[in-house]
């Protein structure tokens, strides 16, 4: 069993930054993929970026690229969101979520765990 646990969402002004961690846990966490989702009210949850267990490769919507980016923590079990020149419509509650496995991915269904999400807000 792998537990997630997502803080450093809050509330900022339209084109300000915010960096959001997500710690996992369990007695086996080892090649996990880890991915970053969001869902705003009333939408379906969507893809922001994956990244894989060794951090070599990573993949973004295209609505983020070039403003969020994703990282591992060199212990490889924390994973970071930064996310710069934030938009009113980045507003959603961000997800960790974990997979099992080398690749990295970026389809909702695919991944094993999920952490119970932090709210980031962006005033206009």
């Known amino acids: 069993q792998v537990q997630l646990v997502e803080s450093g969402g809050g509330l900022v002004q339209a084109g300000g930054s915010l960096r959001l961690s997500c710690a996992a846990s369990g007695r086996t966490f080892s090649n996990y993929a880890m991915g970053w989702f969001r869902q705003a009210p009333e939408k379906e949850r969507e893809f922001v970026a994956t990244i894989t267990w060794s951090g070599s490769r990573t993949y973004y919507a295209d609505s983020v690229k070039g403003r969020f980016t994703i990282s591992r923590g060199d212990a490889k079990n924390t994973v970071y969101l930064q996310m710069n020149s934030l938009k009113p419509e980045d507003t959603a509650v961000y997800y960790c979520?974990?997979?099992?496995?080398?690749?990295?991915?970026?389809?909702?269904?695919?991944?094993?765990?999920w952490g119970q999400g932090t709210q980031v807000t962006v005033s206009s």
């Open positions: 979520a974990a997979k099992s496995g080398g690749s990295y991915y970026y389809t909702r269904l695919e991944y094993d765990y």
